[in-house]
C-alpha cells in the first residue's frame, strides 16, 4: 500500500494498492493522456475519468478492477490535479521496479 500526497500543502492524501496499480498498467490508463506540454492539470483528471467511464460501460467482462480504481482513487473527493500528478509518478516508479524485478527472474 501507497500513500500520495493529494494536494501541495499534505493535508490531504490517497491510499494507492499494487492492484491499482496493476489496473492502470493492464488497461493502459496513462497512456497517450498528457499533452505534449507535459501539464497535469484538471482537464487532464476529467479526460482520465472520461476514458475510464467509456471503458467501463464497453467492457463486455468484468470490470471489477476499474471499478475499484474509481471508487478507491480516480473519483475520490481529494483526488485533483495535483493528486493525478504524484498517481503518475508513482506509478512509473513502480512501473520501473516492476521491470527490474521481470529482468531479475
Keep these: ?7 501541495p500543502t499534505g493535508t490531504r492524501s490517497l491510499e494507492v494498492s499494487d492492484k491499482h496499480l496493476a ?11 498528457i499533452d505534449s506540454n507535459g501539464i497535469v492539470d484538471e482537464a487532464v483528471l476529467e479526460k482520465l475519468r472520461l ?25 475520490h473527493n481529494n483526488m485533483k490535479a495535483f493528486g ?4 503518475i509518478k508513482l506509478y512509473l516508479e513502480w512501473l520501473s521496479q516492476q521491470e527490474s524485478a521481470d529482468e531479475e527472474d
Design 51 to 75: 476514458n475510464i467511464r467509456s471503458l467501463i460501460a464497453s467492457q463486455e467482462e468484468d470490470s471489477k478492477d476499474l471499478l475499484d480504481l474509481c471508487i478507491d482513487v480516480i473519483y
Design 23 to 33: 489496473t492502470i498498467e493492464k488497461y493502459g490508463l496513462f497512456r497517450r493522456l
Design 1 to 7: 500500500m501507497y500513500t500520495i500526497q493529494a494536494n
Design 84 to 87: 493525478l500528478q504524484q498517481l
